[in-house]
């Protein structure tokens, strides 16, 4: 099991972050870290119906988490950025 805080903590060091076959405790919330931000044009679709900000904070770090399942939100996925 991995606290999601150590993953936002390394997040913020901006050093790379891989896990595989873990499961998540708590949220991966990036408005709390402190990250560059930068303006980001939007459709009206994308402001309106998806609710996207024209701010986005930008993560350097290289994301890999595969097979996972986040202990309070009851999801599952993989992927990587």
């Not at 076959?21 to 994308?46: A, F, K, N, S």
Request: glycine residues 6%.
């Amino acid at each position: 099991m991995v606290q999601a805080s150590e993953i936002l903590e390394k997040i913020q060091k901006e050093v790379p972050v891989e896990y595989h076959d873990v499961i998540i405790e708590g949220d991966l919330d990036l408005t709390m870290l402190d990250l560059p931000e930068q303006r980001v044009e939007r459709t009206g679709i994308e402001i309106n119906v998806l609710g996207l900000a024209e701010i986005a904070k930008i993560v350097a770090s290289r994301i890999q988490i595969t097979y996972v399942f986040s202990w309070l939100g009851l999801t599952s996925a993989s992927g990587s950025c």
